[in-house]
């Protein structure tokens, strides 16, 4: 690059702030937790701001200001999913003191004496839209749908959007059931796989569940990202390797920073 000339930044991208899935991976921070940040054009929102995200955005290179956010999406309530997101609010409207942003988030996580955002914070944002099933959604110049209700101990739903030309799905936690592949056909999916093999008592994606998915829905691109203990111990960038040669499709593993343009 010739002096002087300055390297604009992309405006179509989305990065991963953390790749942490589980309990045990977030407490000890194998993973960071900081969600996924996605800019599409002009529009910035954040998915699941968990514990660390604000670090995760001034860590950045280059660095994300979470006070330029339109918009927070919750997939769900659960703290690996929303631990930030007060913080989060807190930058997006300035302190309070600019009422501005969206956030998107189930009934689950504001309609109860428990509620993720503090009362006091309730206020600050220009408005909080309840997610419900296969529903349409817009802040800023970015629009997505919500899949089906998933099965997940509390309101959980999926995600589905464009950047560009390209459609992006998410499929946040759940246990897989057939009609997951009714919604997510995409170009690129990103699943949330916690276990190498699947938990009957435990209601999230395993590495098998992850291998049905991708054959069913046949994806441009796969990343797996949410990960456990047991898909760290064995080694989440040889299984994606591994998938990717049995299957014949683009199956990578997610890592803390890595950034998918569009």
């Known amino acids: 690059m010739a002096a002087g000339v300055i390297k604009k930044q992309k405006t179509n991208y989305i990065?991963?702030?953390?790749?942490a899935g589980a309990r045990f991976v977030m407490i000890n921070q194998l993973r960071a937790s900081g969600g996924i940040w996605v800019s599409a054009g002009d529009t910035n929102l954040i998915i699941d701001p968990?514990?660390?995200?604000?670090?995760?955005?001034s860590n950045s290179r280059p660095k994300?200001?979470?006070?330029?956010?339109?918009g927070i999406i919750l997939t769900h309530r659960h703290l690996d999913h929303s631990g930030d997101v007060n913080v989060m609010i807190e930058a997006?409207?300035?302190g309070g003191f600019k009422k501005r942003g969206v956030v998107f988030c189930p009934e689950d996580a504001v309609k109860r004496e428990d509620s993720v955002i503090l009362k006091h914070l309730i206020?600050?944002?220009?408005?909080?839209?309840?997610?419900?099933?296969?529903?349409?959604?817009?802040?800023?110049?970015?629009?997505?749908?919500?899949?089906?209700?998933?099965k997940h101990p509390v309101e959980t739903y999926g995600l589905k959007f464009k950047i560009n030309k390209a459609t992006i799905s998410l499929m946040s936690d759940t246990a897989y059931f057939a009609g997951l592949k009714e919604f997510y056909k995409s170009d690129i999916?990103?699943?949330?796989?916690?276990?190498?093999?699947?938990?009957?008592?435990?209601?999230?994606?395993?590495?098998?569940?992850?291998?049905?998915?991708i054959k069913e829905l046949k994806?441009?691109?796969t990343i797996l990202t949410h990960f456990g203990m047991?898909?760290?111990?064995?080694?989440?960038?040889?299984l994606a390797e591994s998938l990717s040669h049995k299957l014949g499709i683009d199956v990578v593993s997610a890592y803390d920073g890595m950034t998918i343009d569009f």
């Not at 990065?15 to 790749?19: A, D, Q, V, Y």
């Not at 968990?50 to 955005?57: D, F, K, L, Q, T």
């Open 15 to 19: 990065k991963f702030l953390g790749t």
């Open 50 to 57: 968990g514990p660390g995200s604000i670090v995760r955005c």
């Open 64 to 70: 994300l200001n979470p006070v330029k956010l339109d």
């Open 92 to 94: 997006m409207t300035e």
């Open 123 to 150: 206020d600050f944002p220009e408005r909080i839209e309840i997610l419900g099933p296969e529903r349409k959604y817009k802040a800023g110049n970015f629009e997505f749908q919500t899949s089906m209700l998933h």
């Open 189 to 213: 999916l990103i699943l949330c796989v916690v276990f190498v093999e699947p938990r009957k008592d435990i209601q999230h994606l395993s590495l098998r569940d992850a291998e049905l998915l």
């Open 219 to 221: 994806p441009k691109k």
């Open 230 to 238: 047991t898909i760290l111990k064995a080694n989440p960038y040889k």
